[in-house]
Nanobody, 115 residues
Framework: QVQLVESGGGLVQAGGSLRLSCVAS????????MGWYRQAPGKQRELVAI??????NFGDAVKGRFTISRDNAKNTVYLQMNSLKPEDTAVYYC??????????WGQGTQVTVSS
């Protein structure tokens, strides 16, 4: 079983930056992909960014503003969010896919961007 713990959310003004972190832990697991999704009130969960091997994909809404990085030695993925907008307000969920194809979710961290 994989456990994911997010940190770094909070309140920020529009135009500001935040950095989210997610640490994966557990026994007997190997992760193939890690990334972030978000869900705003009344909306479906959407992809923010995900990285697997040498491939990284971003949601259209965050391209050019957010970057994702991963430290495999620490089983950690980071999301650097710049030029934040009020529409980025959401609960951000860490996601990991193991090598057997199983998906795992963190509990989520709130990001609120004030105008």
């Amino acid at each position: 079983q994989v456990q994911l713990v997010e940190s770094g959310g909070g309140l920020v003004q529009a135009g500001g930056s935040l950095r989210l972190s997610c640490v994966a832990s557990g026994t007997g697991f190997s992760i193939s992909a890690m990334g972030w999704y978000r869900q705003a009130p009344g909306k479906q969960r959407e992809l923010v960014a995900i990285t697997s091997g040498g491939t990284t994909n971003f949601g259209d809404a965050v391209k050019g503003r957010f970057t994702i990085s991963r430290d495999n030695a620490k089983n950690t993925v980071y999301l650097q969010m710049n030029s934040l907008k009020p529409e980025d307000t959401a609960v951000y969920y860490c996601y990991a896919r193991d090598i057997r194809g199983g998906g795992h979710w963190g509990q989520g961290t709130q990001v609120t961007v004030s105008s």
